[in-house]
């Protein structure tokens, strides 16, 4: 019994047909494979990074294009540059006293609140220190850099990422202040300064 002519079986013998079905059928699975090993390297650091602060959708992009030799109308050699800006009322700033001059946490706080960052109720630090530092929670970097700008502190007052604050707890701070006496005798009791000088 053979096959009508025209279906392209005379050929093949018996299970070859089915046989070229699989192995397209193979082909389309490992296809499928790479492509969600491929799609699961590109998510996997998004899933292992610290969660960001609830407002930082709130962030506003800056772009600034800057060309070379000052000028922009020739169109050659520009540079665009594009960074976040956090609005200072996303940063939730903890300020804890390191000092022996009281109330200065609270001087600090106040003056931060004046400049906008969201601050929570001041504290006392575990230890005290020779001079005022900054540590992040959570590893909100920007967001340290911010208040050390508001506060005229120094780069070298801002603390690595993986330090732990001296405090006995961070809840809802992205950042904490730890006052020196650099900090205490600009805000403290008795001082006139009522903003960082610069």
Sequence with gaps: MSSPPGNGS???PPGEAHEAHDGARAGRGVAIVV??????????????????PADASTATPTTTTTAAGGTASH???????????????????????????????GDVTRFLASKGFGTLTATNALVKVTASQIFTVGGATADVQAVATALNLPATAIEPAASAAPVSSTAGANVVVIV????ASRYGPGSTTTSPPG
């Design 10 to 12: 005379d050929d093949r």
């Design 35 to 52: 492509v969600a090993v491929v799609v699961g390297v590109l998510l996997l650091p998004s899933a292992t990074r610290a969660p960001l």
């Design 75 to 105: 169109g050659h050699h520009t540079t665009t540059t594009t960074s976040t800006t956090i609005p200072p009322s996303a940063i939730h700033v903890l300020v804890a006293n390191a000092t022996t001059t009281n109330g200065v946490a």
């Design 180 to 183: 020196g006496p650099d900090l």
